[in-house]
């Protein structure tokens, strides 16, 4: 077990409201958050609750958008660079909902 140091540390009313605060909007308890401001880490706010479920749904299309492109692909419908393109912008969308989020 490593030997841990223990920081009193004192704030006013505001500084522990700011404090609280952004622990709540990262996702974090205080103690957690410290730490990871300590590290360096850039402390990002939590994704809403409905991310999981949005990020479900992209997936689903995407694996919708590859069973349709491997049955047109079969039956000769579309070529594979238009197979590969609808590929591609599902995933930039998960990308992007990932950033944004």
């Known amino acids: 077990m490593k030997p841990y140091k ?14 609280t605060e952004t622990a709540r909007t990262a996702g974090l308890k205080i103690e957690p958050m410290l730490r990871q401001l300590i590290m360096g880490v850039n402390l990002r706010p939590r994704p809403p609750d409905t991310y999981a479920a949005l990020l479900r749904e992209l997936n689903a299309i995407g694996n919708n958008v590859n069973q349709l ?33």
């Open 6 to 19: 223990t920081i009193t540390l004192r704030l006013d009313a505001a500084h522990y409201a700011r404090l």
């Open 69 to 101: 492109a491997y049955q047109a692909n079969a039956r000769g419908a579309a070529t594979q660079d238009e197979i590969r393109e609808a590929a591609r912008l599902v995933r930039q969308a998960v990308r992007l909902v990932r950033d944004t989020l």
